[in-house]
């Protein structure tokens, strides 16, 4: 079946250092993928919905100039989170949805899992 | 304001009886959900989904059921396996495309 997949799985970095994160949908094609993020014991928030052709959208209270979002194919959004400090660990998940077959679906990555020392 | 709601945070149960997760949502537009398990330090796993147009939807061992009326979903794990304990997600959307808005997880335990 469809695949959403996300690289690294894991990262540490020091606080100051940009980390990127990929997202890929590997069967199909995804106009549009969403990045979330969950803080410990707490639900899965929405940060951004990802546009292929255009400017990422964000949720209101998340730093655009922090978390860079580009969408550079119909099959990869990336987000990138600049200069990381600690309170930017936690665990990023991205989803997309297949619009392509009868009956619309969606499909979450595995997540990533960022420390920032 | 928290549009999914999962009013337990734990749930016990035997191995082998059933477990019976419950979800509440606020928003009538809703009209896509979805269950996800998520083991510590790993991203969540697709269990079973159901539109709208359904009020039961079945898959192995894991049944949603959905009373749009109620504003109210359910998980049936039948018969609950030790494997089975993790934190279960229940989500909703408007549209199966759109964004989507999680519950804050129901932990459960099945006792060996």
């Known amino acids: 079946g469809a695949v959403v997949s996300q690289h690294p799985s894991w990262v540490i970095c020091k606080s100051g250092t940009s980390v990127k994160i990929e997202c890929r949908s590997l069967?199909?094609?995804?106009?549009?993928m969403f990045w979330y993020r969950q803080f410990p014991k707490q639900s899965l928030m929405l940060m951004a919905t990802?546009?292929?052709?255009?400017?990422?959208?964000?949720e209101q209270g998340v730093e655009k100039d922090k978390f860079l979002i580009n969408h550079a194919s119909l099959t990869l959004s990336t987000l990138t989170v600049t200069s990381a400090h600690p309170e930017d660990s936690s665990f990023y998940i991205c989803?997309?949805?297949?619009?392509?077959?009868?009956?619309?679906?969606?499909?979450f990555g595995p997540g990533t899992r960022l420390l920032v020392l | 304001d928290q549009q999914v709601k999962q009013n337990s945070p734990s749930l016990s149960v035997q191995e082998g009886r059933i477990s019976i997760l419950n979800c509440d949502y606020t928003n009538s537009m809703f009209d896509y959900f979805l269950w996800y398990k998520k083991y510590p330090a790993e991203g969540p796993t697709f269990l079973i989904s159901?539109?709208?147009?359904?009020d039961k939807n079945e898959d192995g061992r894991f049944t949603v059921f959905l009373n749009k009326s109620a504003k109210h979903l359910s998980l049936h794990i039948v018969p609950s396996q030790p494997g089975d304990s993790a934190v279960y997600f229940c989500?909703?959307?408007?549209?199966?495309?759109?964004?989507?808005?999680f519950g804050t997880g129901t932990s459960l335990t099945v006792i060996p």
């Open positions: 990802s546009n292929e052709g255009s400017k990422a959208t964000y």
């Open positions: 989803s997309a949805p297949d619009r392509t077959t009868r009956e619309e679906t969606q499909y």
């Open positions: 069967d199909f094609q995804a106009t549009t």
């Open positions: 989500a909703a959307s408007e549209g199966a495309g759109n964004q989507f808005y």
């Open positions: 159901i539109s709208s147009i359904k």
